[in-house]
């Protein structure tokens, strides 16, 4: 065993991690909304320089030739520079939609057909319909749909959409199952990011913020409700890698089931909570729209619908202790 | 990253799997948890054998007669020899884990050359005098004073969770040698011999109502100035130098324990009649259950990345604070659903209705011990949110 990040995944985050600072800024993110569907094209771009869409596609097919476990390490980055866009489905669909890996057709999903909502509809180049049977590809522009003027997530426009119709098949059931199961692996590793971004943000405002003559950070009750997120976060990743390197060393499939499932239950949790306390430790202005905190929340809450939602992995549990 | 064993590792895993399956079945039934003399039997007998086949100090260096092993293959036969159900450390804990390595690091040739291999062949069994009522953690405020008389110390004190004291031959003895000095540089560690006139112990009863730990008190115990491990006054840092030993492997079977109750807890509700159905049927049930299973899982790679830590740095990092804290939660929240899984079946100890493998009674009220024991979880959230989070330190 020897489960700690080796000296290029260090090198990948610290690297990711400082390109996001400038090109997905805070500022940078919120303006992000102007764009059309909510997507900066020239942040994708950025994204696919750095090899973000083709991480795990093959050095001969013009990929990075990395694996899964390296692909949550680059998620977590995305998740906690709350990165907008339909990044995880554009990554997914890098090998099979051309442009995707290249950052030039963005590629956004949904489940089922009928009376779906769907992120980022005026943004994507390519809509991917994941059901039972298989994944169709619709072409984005075709789809016809309602803009819902108040999305949860101000970074995440949606439509409400009748129908999803026409398309062509591109991938059978198996395909589809790939798609939900790293599609929930990788939600988990953003919501690892999204609180370890939060717990950041609070922590920082704790060592700043002073009342009753000190710094708040000096409280037991601010340090035991920060103690808890780290360790939760902490917890969280440590399942979100391993289920990673399970898919890339070939764990029997229920191996890899479970492990998917459980660190999604806990990453959403993980976030869920952070996010709460980094509006908590902020105090009124945390329940402001100025800060980034509510972003942290609205964005964990979204992707905990996606990819069959974290309700999919609690039965996916439940089957595992059957 | 990886979590899949390395060829040696295999070979280190199938040796011991083959040895297990082979010695397990042999052994005698577990004795009787208020029986201290049949337990230290049992327990010694068992350190025995582990010492006859070459797993006795797995992770203890080779020229200390330990086995040497990597972080990695600790962690391979822990969790074997926990999924094969072998007898726990009991007895031998403290001389294996704690006073052993403490002599490894800071102990006389003399001193090494007489304990090390009574701990390893299961002859000599250790207890820790560290805690006293009014030393708990805040530690370093330990009061048990030591007065030195020519070549002995004279010792008056009370300690306190002297686990296994009544079963112990030596014991690995804080002392305050200097009132007068700041706290953590008057204190000095010693051997103390348990036959040495002076030591009265007292059981005390847990809520289990097992007497699982003692008060013992120290009135003028006469301990050789040969006994002492390090300087006199630098007792602290020798009991801090343990720590450095720590892989983060303290609670391993704990923690495969916990989720073995799952997947029972899970066969047990399939059994279990509810209403028109079975209480397997209870979605919130479920849900509770595939959330513990969640936490365990997630705590087992924590375990693995903590252990991995310590394998390339020497040191496991912040993974052990992390763990402790979060499994205390769990095993609380693991005792309660297992309790209304068991309803009536939970009035009284030892599973009267036959329903589990184990005594779910004795888990759920031992979940009380975990975020006390070993650092408490309110000390735990300090040490993170001072050490890791870097906000201001209290003291």
């Not at chain 1, 949790?269 to 980034?292: K, P, S």
């Not at chain 2, 001193?111 to 299961?122: D, N, T, V």
């Amino acid at each position: 065993v020897d489960f700690e990040l080796d000296a290029e995944q260090v090198a990948l985050r610290d690297e990711l991690r400082r390109l996001l600072a400038t090109s997905c800024s805070s500022e940078s993110r919120r303006a992000a909304i102007a764009f059309p569907g909510g997507v900066d094209r020239g942040l994708w771009r950025t994204l696919s320089g750095v090899g973000v869409f083709a991480l795990c596609q093959q050095e001969s097919d013009g990929g990075v030739g990395l694996g899964m476990a390296d692909a949550t390490v680059v998620f977590e980055e995305l998740g906690r520079a709350l990165v907008p866009g339909p990044v995880i489905a554009t990554f997914l669909a890098a090998g099979v939609i051309d442009g995707a890996s290249t950052g030039t057709n963005v590629v956004g999903v949904v489940e089922g057909g009928e009376r779906v909502v769907i992120e980022h509809l005026d943004g994507i180049d390519t809509l991917i319909v994941v059901d039972a049977d298989g994944v169709r590809r619709v072409h984005a522009r075709s789809t016809r749909g309602t803009v819902l003027e108040r999305p949860l997530d101000p970074l995440t426009p949606v439509h409400l959409v009748e129908s999803v119709a026409g398309g062509e098949p591109a991938g059978d059931a198996e395909v589809a199952a790939r798609w939900r199961r790293d599609g929930a692996l990788l939600v988990a590793a953003m919501q690892v990011g999204i609180g370890a971004g939060a717990l950041e943000m609070a922590v920082e405002y704790a060592k700043q913020r002073r009342q009753f003559g000190r710094v708040i950070g000096f409280f037991q009750a601010l340090k035991h409700l920060l103690a808890d997120a780290l360790a939760e976060v902490e917890t969280a990743r440590a399942a979100v890698q391993a289920a990673g390197v399970e898919i890339d060393e070939d764990a029997a499939a229920s191996v890899v089931a479970r492990a998917v499932a459980g660190a999604r239950i806990l990453a959403s949790a993980a976030a869920e909570h952070t996010a709460n306390t980094c509006i908590q430790v902020h105090g009124g202005m945390g329940f402001t729209w100025e800060l980034d905190a509510h972003l942290f929340l609205k964005r964990s809450l979204l992707l905990d619908t996606q990819f069959g939602g974290v309700e999919r992995s609690f039965e996916i549990m439940e089957a595992a202790l059957a | 990253m990886r979590l899949r064993l390395t060829d040696d590792e295999v070979v280190f895993r199938d040796a011991l799997r083959a040895w297990l399956a082979n010695t397990l079945p042999a052994l005698p039934p577990a004795p009787d948890p208020n029986d201290w003399t049949a337990r230290r039997a049992y327990d010694t007998a068992w350190q025995r054998r582990l010492f006859d086949a070459g797993y006795a100090g797995i992770s203890w260096p080779a020229e200390y007669g330990g086995r040497g092993a990597t972080p990695s293959e600790e962690l391979v036969f822990l969790e074997e020899l926990e999924r094969a159900g072998a007898p726990y450390v009991g007895c031998n804990f403290v001389g294996t884990l704690h006073a052993g390595p403490t002599l490894i690091a800071e102990g006389t040739p003399e001193q090494q050359a007489y304990h090390l291999p009574g701990i390893l062949k299961g002859e000599h069994v250790w207890c820790q005098g560290f805690s006293e009522p009014e030393a708990g953690s805040d530690l370093a405020g330990l009061r048990t004073r030591a007065v030195r008389d020519g070549d002995h110390y004279v010792i008056t004190g009370q300690k306190i969770w002297t686990s296994t004291a009544q079963a112990a031959d030596y014991c690995e003895l804080l002392v305050r040698t200097d009132p007068d000095a700041p706290k953590h540089r008057g204190i000095t560690w010693l051997i103390m011999p348990m036959n040495t006139a002076g030591i009265d112990v007292r059981p005390l009863r847990t809520i289990i109502g097992v007497s699982e730990f003692n008060e013992m008190f120290l009135d003028e115990v006469r301990v050789p100035v040969a006994n002492r491990v390090g300087d006199e006054n630098d007792g602290w840092r020798v009991a801090m130098v343990t720590f450095a030993f720590e892989r983060g492997t303290a609670w391993v079977s704990d923690l495969l324990q916990s989720q073995q109750i799952i997947a029972d807890l899970a066969g047990l509700a399939r059994k279990v009649t509810r209403r028109s159905g079975t209480a397997w049927d209870d979605a919130a049930l479920r849900r509770d259950l595939a959330e513990l299973a969640a936490e365990f899982d997630g705590l087992w790679a924590l375990t693995k990345r903590t252990v991995s830590q310590a394998a390339r740095t020497g040191s496991p990092g912040i993974g052990g604070s992390v763990f402790k804290l979060q499994f205390a939660g769990a095993r609380l929240r693991l005792g309660q659903v297992a309790m209304r899984l068991l309803d009536r079946a939970g009035l009284a100890f030892d599973d009267p209705l036959g329903l589990t493998t184990g005594d779910m009674v004795k888990e759920r009220l031992f979940a009380h011990a975990v975020g006390i024991a070993a650092g408490t979880s309110q000390i735990q959230r300090n040490i993170l949110a001072e050490r890791v989070l870097g906000l201001p330190k209290e003291r």
